[in-house]
Structure formats: C-alpha cells, structure tokens
C-alpha cells in the first residue's frame, strides 16, 4: 500500500476557507495512494483556541464536504484530519473525518484525551467516549488523535479491536517533538502494527509546530520521516508485514493485565 501524509502547513495569515480549498487540491494530487492522511485541527489550528467556537461547524458542514469531493476525485481513502466539530444537542467536539474513495463518510472519531491540564481544548470540548477502527483493502485502521498518543491503553484497545495500522492526526508542538517521534515508534513496537503519524507545520496561536510526520513499521523501523515545513510524505508499505511480526514474535500473546475495550466499526 501507499499512504500519503500531507503535513499541512498552517498560518494565521490564511483564512480557513482559503486553506480548505487548498488542502483539497493536495488530496486531489495524491490520486494512486490507498490512504491519505491529513493532520489535526488543520482548519484553524489546533492551539487556535479563541477560533475553535466561531470555526466550528457541523459533521456535514463545509469541510465535510470539500474533503468528501476531494476524496472522490482523487479516488483514495482519506483520513481527512479533525474539525471542531458543531454538535447541535452537545458541546464541540475535535473530530476526524474518515472517507472512501467514493467520498462517502466511513467512520468518525471524537478525540477522546483532550489537551490542555484544564484549559484550552480539555475545557472548550467534550471528550469522545468511543474507539474507531475503519476496514480498508489490506488492513484495518484503528484512529486516534495527537494527545491520545500519550495514551498506550487507547491503541491496545485498537488492536483488540482489530486494528493493525494505527493512523495519528496531530497538531503537536515543537518543543516536545523528541517525545513525538518516540512514543509513534513505541506505539508501533508494543501493538507489533504500522504508525502513520502525521502533523501540521507553521504557526498555531504562537506555537511552533513540530512537523516531523512519520510513518514506523510493526518493529519500530522508521520508514519515513518529514521535515518541518510543508511538505507530502509519501511511503510503501506491506499490511501482511503486521501478522508476519506478531507470528514471529508473538509477544501480544504473552499478556497478563489489561481488559480489551469493543471497538466500533
């Protein structure tokens, strides 16, 4: 399979109407990939608080729609980031976008770990209470959402649920970009699944973004890995190579603690 991660850069300088319109015309250029992959919050930036209510807009609103159009014309599956998503009966909610490669919404996922120790994100959205995993030709994804990735007992429940490819849409800042890259790789190597962990890069609200999107293989080998700016990451990789590793070192079957946590499909 190939993915690509499109590490959106993110500036306050253009609108979120204008960067819609343009990150649509990068997934329409990913037509060939299997998997696209964009990064959290990319519409306003995920440290943009005082933006998160005024750009907030409904599941079918008009990201929904461009990226489900984008999606369609490029004929990939899209993993289209996260929106602070409008609920009408409820709070915002940070969530991602699944779509088909017939632009139809596959699965939809609110960010359960919210950010911020009492403010920011963890105060001005509600926390998702449900696990994702989506089936694609070759492999089943299981989604989760940059502080979440903090998390190891998320992606265990991933993986009991079915999940051998592990995507990460984030927003996550520089000056912990050491921890970025090792927990992705720890993610991979303690669930023996592939990380697709892709970031934005710029500015939000005065933080510096880490960028660094990186894509990690079932032993923790780095596959690929981006730089700071804006860039497409684009990398090969072999779903089977999941029930290889587990086989040849079946160490998930050694444990002791822990419940499985359902997943939903």
Not at 75 to 86: M, N, Q, T
Not at 176 to 205: D, F, I, K, M, P
């Amino acid at each position: 399979m190939r993915a690509s991660l499109i590490q959106i850069g993110v500036e306050e300088d253009e609108s979120v109407d204008s960067r819609r319109h343009r990150v649509a015309s990068l997934v329409r250029d990913q037509a060939g990939a299997d998997l696209v992959v964009l990064p959290e919050l990319w519409t306003t930036g995920a440290f943009a608080y005082e933006q998160f209510a005024t750009e907030a807009e409904p599941l079918d609103g008009p990201t929904y729609e461009a990226m489900a159009k984008a999606a369609s014309d490029a004929g990939v599956w899209l993993h289209a980031g996260s929106i602070p998503e409008r609920d009408p009966e409820g709070p915002l909610y940070n969530t991602s976008l699944v779509f088909s490669p017939a632009g139809e919404l596959a699965a939809s996922y609110r960010k359960i770990h919210r950010f911020g120790f009492d403010k920011g994100e963890a105060v001005l959205m509600g926390a998702g209470e449900e696990l994702v995993t989506v089936r694609l030709p070759g492999t089943t994804v299981g989604v989760a959402t940059c502080y979440d990735l903090r998390f190891p007992e998320l992606f265990r429940g991933l993986v009991d649920a079915g999940a051998e490819t592990l995507v990460v849409s984030a927003g996550w800042p520089e000056r912990r970009r050491a921890h970025w890259t090792l927990l992705a790789q720890a993610r991979a190597v303690e669930n023996q699944a592939y990380v697709l962990a892709c970031g934005t890069a710029g500015t939000h609200a005065g933080v510096p973004q880490a960028g660094h999107s990186i894509v990690v293989d079932p032993w923790g080998e780095v596959l690929g890995e981006a730089g700071a700016d804006e860039e497409v990451l684009s990398v090969e990789f072999d779903p089977a190579k999941v029930a290889l590793t587990r086989e040849q070192f079946p160490a998930l079957k050694d444990r002791m603690l822990g419940l499985a946590v359902p997943g939903r499909h």
